[in-house]
């Protein structure tokens, strides 16, 4: 059964399309596998099995009739739980939002329905995501799979955990400063920070406005960038709920094209240590990429220690302008990563040299 769910997105839904896999029986796998792990895991904090167990029957049915059936059609994949899935809770780790249950269907998600994707549930997060780890005083610490006293990343580090773990064929998690990187580099799997505004951040909690809009998106994830390549595709397109959307069509470069354009890598920003492990896995990409034809040269952008620091302006303090808001007078309930990053924000000096507490 485990064999199913560590099938490629595209091969499952090849397959079911040319009925030699179930949707009933792949969703029944991945519910088992499911059972079995999440116990150690903590991935999912809510799953739905009978929702999904009637989504790969009326899949099934679809098959059976003959009807056009979507790129994703059977496919069982996971949403990170700061986006709204009808009738599942979106409470993006926070006791200030527990209970909360999502009225209606986010765009992306609408999307996934309509391409055939079946959601078996929500995953984890770390208190309004503020983290590069998974925990939170709701549902706790997710755990990486690959060694369970180590952290699955954060902030869409349930996400990661099921996919990698073979829960989740594919998924969406939410990026404004490495919440998709992070954990897809922790867990092995794939992970796509996109343009903001290309995939609508629409319904996704804590809302993409204002200067954080500039940084904060949505993006596909999965354990191959074929799978990742089909979520983005699906998901894709503009949205009026987005502030950043614009209808500009994705135009993809020919095989030709991609070989005439120069990739550049670093090993390190001459800031943080890197270990040899890492170092050895971005030269053997580099080097497989050579092998297959591309113009690959070392290179470092100038300015990155001033990109970190512009970074925590977007992200540190634009973040922190919108959620402080919501949690004043409720300190007692936040966890205390989130206090942290709070006091830090408040102490930081903004352009005009006064604090956030003084104005």
Known sequence: MSELTFLPAVSMAEQIRQKKLSPVELVEAHLARIEKLNPKLNAFVQLDADGARRQARAAEEAVTRGEKL???HG??????????VTGMKCEAGSKLRAGFVAAKDAPLISRLRN?????????????????????????GRTNNPWDLSRTAGGSS????????????????GSDGGGSIRVPAHFSGICGLKTTPGRIPATGHFPTSVGPF????????????????????EVMQGPDDGDPSAAPVPVRWPSSSDLKKRRIGYFEDDERTPVTAETRTAV?????????AGFRVEPFRPEGLEQARQLWWRFFGIAGGMLLQPMTK???????????QHLS????????????????
């Open 344 to 359: 830090w924000v408040a102490a930081e000096p903004s352009h005009t040299g006064q604090t956030l507490l003084d104005t």
């Open 283 to 291: 030269r053997t990409a580099a080097e497989a990429l050579k092998h």
């Open 157 to 172: 580090g349930g996400e990661a955990a099921a996919i990698a773990a073979g829960c989740s064929a594919g998924g969406v």
């Open 75 to 84: 496919v069982p994949i996971s949403i990170k739980s700061s986006i709204e």
């Open 70 to 72: 979507g790129p994703l």
């Open 115 to 139: 391409a055939g994707a079946i959601i078996l549930g929500t995953t984890n997060t770390p208190e309004l995501l503020m983290a590069w780890e998974t925990d939170n005083l709701l549902y």
């Open 329 to 339: 007078g409720r300190e007692a309930e936040l966890s205390p990563i989130l206090k």
């Open 213 to 232: 809009a500039l940084i904060g998106v949505v993006g596909p994830m999965a354990r191959t960038v074929s799978d990742l390549k089909v979520l983005f």
